[in-house]
């Protein structure tokens, strides 16, 4: 009766551990002005999925006439929302960048390459057509705290992965 008890107590708190570890938090930025079916991010446990964001400027909510302070604002964004999970753009692992006109593949690096301090995230840029309220560029992607740091920890050595 005590063995099934205390395992039935070890199995209570395991599965609310498990629990606490997987609840959602929607992040929304304070001065977010679209009203869309959508959050800015959505942190689970040490992830934070980043929705599609586009470079509007603030003041207007226009895209801006300058393609690189376009570029500025989506990597300013980002760097907003990661900054209400206590991350930033280091701890991104994945992004993906649409563009409407692939011709500025050089201009978005300029910019981007000046947002990370060490290693830069696994990229896709994909050439996407049109983009909402005529944006070149928008980015959407996954951080996860601690970043590398945190995936080199769960993440065996290269070595061992091919049993070398």
């Given at each position: 009766?005590?063995?099934?008890?205390?395992?039935?107590?070890?199995l209570s708190l395991s599965v609310s551990a498990f629990a606490q570890s997987t609840k959602k938090r929607h992040i929304n930025l304070p001065n977010r002005n679209v009203n869309a079916p959508f959050s800015d991010a959505v942190l689970?446990?040490?992830?934070?999925?980043?929705a599609g964001r586009i470079g509007l400027d603030a003041k207007t909510g226009k895209v801006p006439a300058d393609v690189e302070q376009e570029a500025r604002n989506v990597l300013d964004g980002f760097k907003a929302v990661l900054a209400q999970a206590n991350?930033?753009?280091?701890?991104?692992?994945?992004?993906?960048?649409?563009?409407?006109?692939?011709?500025?593949?050089?201009?978005?690096?300029?910019?981007?390459r000046s947002y990370f301090k060490k290693d830069?995230?696994?990229?896709?840029?994909?050439?996407?057509?049109?983009?909402?309220?005529?944006?070149?560029?928008?980015?959407?992607?996954t951080a996860v705290k601690g970043g590398e740091a945190a995936l080199k920890k769960k993440l065996p050595e290269?070595?061992?992965?091919h049993g070398n």
């Open positions: 009766m005590r063995k099934s008890l205390c395992l039935a107590l070890i689970v446990g040490d992830t934070l999925y980043i991350m930033t753009m280091d701890d991104l692992v994945t992004v993906q960048v649409f563009c409407s006109d692939v011709s500025l593949f050089d201009k978005w690096n300029g910019v981007y830069f995230p696994a990229r896709a840029f994909i050439g996407s057509g049109k983009l909402l309220f005529d944006a070149h560029f928008e980015m959407q992607g290269p070595e061992a992965q």
